[in-house]
């Protein structure tokens, strides 16, 4: 069993979602960034779907009762193994009653821990992606106890990656949406040359963007959404669903988020500055 010592801000068990249930208004969920997570379950020869921890933030405290092996990507988390410094994008070796802790955060907001097997929670509609109510919680508890399969010998392929400067990059690109032909030249114009800041509303759900366009008089029937899909409110304001957002919204979906947009978008925190870009 893992220990959650102490939780810090916003921790979750998180995997590449879950699939199939949208049309009952059940969100995919899994991985804000799942690009990290996957260079994290890659390092320890993980499958793909595996579930990790993940960190928003402030880090967690979390005590190991088994032998096993991990590996962090994502943000800059500062973090040590008891007492010792370890470095993140390469595979460590745990011993029972070792103590990984989380320092300030660097760069980034969101980082994963991968350990070898995958965390073991139940499973819950096909994922083990928390989300509330679908799972009985959000994040992780203080003293909860996350199961995963002990490890005692492991020879990885590949010890340590350096990954490229993605989390510096400030443009998302993205794709004409199904309603973006009812912006004009002034809204296009608003959307594609400025900074826009990301505001205090954001988490997991969506992330809305501070400032402000010319606004619209349309009005829709509730239609599809995705993780990615930009909505263009009446006043302006651009709203950007992320993994944990409404399956259906009422709101012009004007643009696109990639997946690789989503994943860099997941590591902005209040007060970043972006710029739309399209693809």
Do not use: C, W
Not at 130 to 151: G, S, W
Request: charged share 25%; no cysteine; proline share 4%.
């Amino acid at each position: 069993m893992l220990t959650v010592k102490k939780t810090g801000l916003y921790t979750s068990i998180q995997d590449l979602g879950r699939f199939g249930y949208r049309k009952l208004g059940v969100p995919g969920s899994g991985a804000m960034d799942s690009y990290a997570a996957s260079v994290a379950n890659s390092l320890l020869e993980n499958e793909e779907e595996d579930a990790v921890l993940e960190i928003t933030m402030t880090g967690p405290t979390l005590v190991f009762e088994k032998p096993t092996y991990i590996a962090v990507s994502g943000a800059e988390l500062s973090m040590k193994r008891n007492e010792e410094s370890l470095e993140k994008n390469s595979v460590h070796k745990i011993e029972a009653g070792d103590e990984i802790s989380f320092g300030q955060l660097e760069h980034g907001f969101r980082g994963y821990l991968a350990v070898k097997g995958g965390f073991k929670t139940k499973i819950v509609l096909g994922s083990r992606s928390f989300y509330f109510p679908v799972t009985n919680l959000a994040m992780v508890k203080e003293h909860m106890q996350i199961p995963y399969e002990e490890t005692l010998e492991f020879e990885p392929k590949i010890s340590s990656v350096t990954t490229k400067g993605f989390y510096k990059e400030n443009i998302l690109k993205v794709s004409p949406g199904p309603e973006y032909t009812m912006l004009n030249d002034t809204q296009l114009e608003g959307i594609f040359s400025k900074n826009f800041t990301i505001a205090k509303e954001n988490n997991r759900m969506a992330y809305q963007l501070e400032e402000a366009i010319e606004g619209h008089k349309m009005s829709m029937l509730t239609s599809a959404t995705l993780p990615g899909t930009i909505q263009f409110t009446p006043a302006g304001k651009l709203i950007i669903l992320m993994r944990d957002g409404q399956t259906t919204g009422g709101y012009p979906r004007v643009l696109q988020l990639s997946s690789t947009a989503v994943s860099l978008l997941a590591q902005k925190k209040y007060g970043d500055r972006i710029r739309l870009r399209m693809h």
